[in-house]
Structures are given as C-alpha cells and as structure tokens.
C-alpha cells in the first residue's frame, strides 16, 4: 500500500481474500475487492479460473498471491491492464525463483511464468515496471509496481 500515490481513487483488488489492502487506503479511495469466494457482502465474485473478471475501470489495481493459482495468468494480466488507469500492483513467485516444478504443484501452483515473460506481456500493454522489490514475507517472490506509460 506504501507504493499508492494520492491520485489514486479507485482500486480493484484481484484475489482480494480477507480485503487486507482495504485497511491501509484512505477512506476516499473506492475499493473494489474481487475474489472467487464471498468473505462479506462487498465481495466481488469472479472465477478467473473459468475467464471471469470483473467489469470495472480503476485508476489502480493489485493482483497479490493470486497469479500462481491462476491456469492462464496472461489472460487475467490482460484484462487487468485493459481495466487500470495508472498503475499495477502485482506479486508472483515466479519460475525464475521457484522452478521446482513439482514442488509448485504441490504448493497448489498451476501457472509457471517467468519475470521476463511478466515484464513482456505488461509492456505490451502499456505498462512499465517501475519498482521491483522481494516480497518482506517470502524473498523469493517479488512485487512489482507498473505504471502506465
């Protein structure tokens, strides 16, 4: 959340889980938790598993602890950046740093992208990287900031 400059007004929060991002935001920051199971009644469901995302425009997002769970990631980067103003927030625990195959299928992973494969479908749509640290909790995932170009 320190990275959420004070232009943002509106941010989707993809795999939002327990809305934890929500407590950090100002109060006038509209936020739009999405995830696949209802935690309260401000839960936007969407499976992005069966290619359902939500139709919201939002000068933000942030996909953190999601993509590894996702069978076609791209697909849901996609549309995140079709759907975002200024900037993505996104954390991934990437093959680069985990390519134990077996080991991320038993930590229930079933996407397999590389940083640069990342990099590369962001650019394409607009977005640069803009910062790059590792996670505080887990060093070998990292977070990613993108900013629209």
């Known amino acids: 959340s320190g990275w959420i400059t004070e232009d943002i007004q509106s941010i989707v929060d993809y795999g939002a889980g327990k809305m934890y991002l929500q407590e950090y935001l100002a109060p ?74 077996d080991g991320r299928r038993a930590s229930a992973y079933v996407s397999d992208l590389s940083e640069r494969q990342i990099v590369e479908l962001m650019e ?11 996670d505080p909790v887990n060093h070998a995932c990292m977070v990613y900031m993108f900013c629209n170009k």
């Open 28 to 101: 006038e920051v509209k936020y739009f938790p999405v995830d696949y199971i209802r935690r309260n009644e401000q839960t936007i469901l969407c499976d992005f598993n069966q290619g359902v995302f939500p139709d919201i425009q939002s000068d933000a997002a942030v996909c953190s602890g999601v993509l590894e769970f996702i069978y076609t990631p791209e697909q849901l980067l996609i549309h995140v950046c079709e759907h975002t103003n200024k900037m993505i927030i996104l954390s991934y625990l990437g093959i680069d740093n985990f390519s134990d195959i």
């Open 124 to 134: 394409s749509k607009g977005f640069q990287l803009n910062k790059k640290v590792p």
